[in-house]
């Protein structure tokens, strides 16, 4: 093979070597983490010697990532369970020895472009993103989390969630809530977010709503 300085291999066999995915390869690449060569292919070629060098002790700390902690509600009247979220989230980041962000949104779950959530998903795409934490799955996205959480199994990104349970909430009254979003998202578009029209459609909705539960 000649001399190991100078052999380089595929983002392939680079993965093979370290036991780790070629997204992760490319990743650390990205970051400047890796040395390669581009042949006349175009393609990454990684220096076996730097490979070979690679122990596993290095592998940790080639990937440690930040852990983002992710909170949201629904409504400004719901701050005071915004704070309880990110003290829960924080504190257990912290008790396991994280290195964490925390990124808050207040806005329906139904709601894709919230600042919080764009800036979530840019943050797992760029490969910042090591751990993702939530106190409860909906509290990401009432309905769409799987799509993010295969983002994060392709970015390589843990996704921890504190709290599996279901108790805290019963089926009826997630359909509820999922309800009223759906009707204040509707209505906001049809009537603007702060008309007298969508607020007394949402009042009557609530209403009826609390009369059939």
């Known amino acids: ?12 066999d680079a993965a093979k070597e370290l036991g780790v995915s070629v997204d992760t390869i490319r990743r650390w690449a990205d970051q400047g983490k ?8 175009g393609h990454r070629r990684f220096y076996l010697a730097d490979i070979k060098r ?24 719901q701050k005071n369970d915004l704070v ?4 829960v989230l924080e504190a257990f980041s912290g008790s ?3 290195q964490f962000e925390t990124i808050q949104d207040l806005g329906s779950g139904l709601n894709y472009n919230k600042k919080g959530i764009k800036k979530l998903i840019g943050r797992i795409l760029k490969g910042d993103v090591g751990r993702l ?29 504190i709290n599996k349970s279901t108790e805290e ?7 509820v809530q999922d309800m009223i979003e759906l009707v204040t998202v509707f209505s906001a578009r049809l009537y603007g977010a702060r008309s007298r029209k969508n607020q007394k459609l949402i009042d009557g909705i609530s209403s009826i709503i609390d009369e059939v539960k």
């Not at 309880?84 to 003290?87: D, G, K, S, Y």
């Not at 909430?169 to 359909?175: A, D, R, S």
């Open 34 to 41: 890796l040395r390669y060569e581009r042949a006349p292919s």
């Open 84 to 87: 309880r979220q990110i003290q």
């Open 54 to 77: 690679i122990t596993p002790r290095d592998l940790q700390k080639l990937d440690e990532r930040i852990t983002i902690n992710y909170a949201r509600v629904s409504s400004h009247d």
């Open 133 to 161: 934490v939530l106190t409860h799955k909906d509290r990401l996205l009432r309905f769409g989390s799987e799509l993010v959480f295969a983002i994060c199994e392709e970015m390589e990104t843990e996704v921890v969630i």
């Open 169 to 175: 909430i019963t089926f009826e009254q997630e359909l």
């Open 96 to 98: 396991n020895g994280w």
């Open 1 to 12: 093979m000649g001399d190991i300085q100078s052999v380089t291999i595929s983002i392939g």
